[in-house]
């Protein structure tokens, strides 16, 4: 079996993979429990032949047992070949019965051919019992990010780990599913994330210039004594970059808008500029009619002066020219 696993991880150098798209997300499940794990990869279902393996972090994968196309029944291999493990050929879904702490792992499918691989997303089970609260490790915290990250930022993911008691070899990891949702997607390792751990201990996920496939989230497990507890999850969510297009279809909007508004302005000035005039120009006329009329009325009841004198002058008339103009 170390020779097959040898084998795939060599071929997967040489030949293209092929993972399904479909989700497959963590699976906990209690001890002495049973669970069924689907097997999904693209291609002509029930018409290939199928790989179960079964990997631990850090390891190789170990085949778990195969359902030939051409065999009447599955195959299991190593420490799976007991009742616990059953394969399915119609399904091509493994059943694991009785779980014991030793099954906690990652568990995928894979179809080999010459010219290519397709692995199913990975399910990692995780296995919970009561011997968990015997653990030194009490608390795994992973510290939410405040606000979205912006293209091209600098963030750090932080876990912080409670432990009751100093803790031998622990390991720290951080897994970000794959597109879909499923587990492990991306396994983050590093040195200074080995050693000890006493009381209260913060492990840090430094991401730099990040960008839109560093977008998803992240879970911080710690490894001790042979079991992985696990965090509730970081988000690292990317802030929506403004489409330029639209950035300037928008200024485009917006300067046809002013443009609008000022032709519109413009315009119900001029009319009302037109309007005053039209009014200026009939007060203007209506004040020479007027004007003209009361000159026509002062011209038709003036009177032309008389000399007095010849008035005064008859008057002033001799008696005796009077009297001799009168004739009896």
């Known amino acids: ?31 002495g429990a049973s669970v069924t794990l689907e097997c999904i990869v693209s291609g002509k279902d029930g018409h290939e032949s199928i790989t179960w393996f079964k990997q631990n972090i850090g390891q190789l994968p170990q085949v778990v047992g195969k359902i030939l196309l051409f065999m009447p029944k599955p195959f299991l291999y190593n420490g799976f070949n007991n009742s616990r493990f059953n394969l399915n ?17 990652s568990y995928f499918c894979g179809k080999i051919t010459p010219f290519e ?14 011997n968990r609260l015997k653990d030194p490790i009490t608390e795994v915290i992973q510290v939410a990010l405040p606000d979205p990250v912006h293209p091209g930022d600098s963030e750090t993911l932080e876990c912080v780990v409670l432990a009751n008691s100093t803790t031998e070899d622990l390991r720290v990891f951080w897994f970000r599913p794959a597109s879909g949702g499923s587990h492990p997607g991306v396994i983050y390792t590093n040195k200074s994330w080995t050693g000890t751990c006493e009381g209260h201990c913060v492990y840090s996920l430094p991401k730099k210039d990040v960008n839109i496939s560093d977008a998803g989230t992240y879970y911080c497990g710690i490894a001790t004594s042979g079991q992985i507890l696990f965090g509730s999850g970081t988000a690292l969510v990317l802030a929506e970059r403004v489409n330029p297009m639209l950035v300037g279809l928008a200024v485009a909007l917006g300067c046809c808008g002013a443009a609008q508004t000022s032709c519109l302005v413009w315009l119900i000035c001029k009319m009302r500029n037109k309007q005053h005039i039209r009014d200026s120009n009939s007060n203007t006329g209506t004040r020479d009619q007027t ?36 004739n009896l």
Not at 117 to 130: D, H, S
Not at 291 to 317: C, I, Q, V
């Open 89 to 105: 050929k119609g399904s091509r879904s493994l059943a694991i019965a009785n779980i014991l702490p030793s099954d906690e792992g």
């Open 117 to 130: 691989i397709k692995f199913g997303n990975a399910t990692y089970l995780i296995v919970k019992g009561k």
């Open 291 to 326: 004007e003209a009329a009361e000159g026509l009325n002062y011209a038709a009841l003036s009177f032309s002066k008389k000399d007095p004198r010849g008035r005064r002058a008859k008057r002033e008339l001799p008696p005796d020219a009077v009297y001799s103009a009168v």
């Open 1 to 31: 079996m170390f020779i097959l696993s040898v084998f795939v991880s060599f071929w997967t150098l040489i030949a293209p993979v092929q993972t399904s798209g479909v989700s497959q997300p963590i699976l906990e499940a209690n001890i």
